[in-house]
């Protein structure tokens, strides 16, 4: 996928790529799995991130778009588990992998891809979040994404 287009996820139901489900509840809260930044199943990019200005690096700004491509799945795979008549109602909780070398130092800005996606989902809410580097991710991602979200169901939200 080109660096200027941004990046849009299907509403696909979200698969698992190992021994694992993409999300799974607890109670009244549901978290996904690590989501990477894939489109019909395909990993969108395989780089670490950087200054895009070495080879097989890409921009804090496509790595931003990318994180926000897996918070949807991570959405998507949270919805995919509800019960019929639930929904989400806040985001709890966002970890961000970033695939970075030693000397990266701008993990929230990427992370601020996938906060941007949350926050257009839950009417502006934001969850606590942590930005994390890595040496590597699966399949060579630059990103995963999880999320843990409250859910209620229309009985449950009438009673609040």
């Known amino acids: 996928m080109p660096a200027h287009q941004p ?30 930044p894939r489109i019909n199943g395909v990993l969108a990019e395989r780089a670490v991130v950087g200054t895009a200005g070495v080879s097989g690096e890409i921009s804090v700004a ?6 926000g491509l897996s918070a949807e799945r991570a959405v998507n795979a949270c919805k995919q588990v509800l019960p019929p008549d639930a929904t989400l109602v806040r985001p709890v909780s966002l970890t961000v992998y970033v695939r970075s070398g030693p000397d990266f130092e701008h993990h929230s800005e990427v992370a601020d891809g996938a906060s941007q996606v949350l926050a257009g989902t839950f009417s502006g809410q934001l969850p606590a979040r942590a930005a994390i580097g890595v040496a ?25």
């Open 7 to 36: 990046c849009r996820a299907v509403s696909a139901p979200v698969t698992a790529h190992g021994q694992y489900v993409p999300a799974t509840t607890s109670g009244n809260t549901v978290m996904s799995a690590g989501m990477t």
């Open 62 to 67: 496509r790595a931003a778009a990318l994180a």
């Open 136 to 160: 590597s991710l699966p399949g060579g991602s630059p990103v995963e994404v999880v999320l843990t979200a409250e859910w209620a169901t229309t009985a449950m939200a009438d009673d609040r």
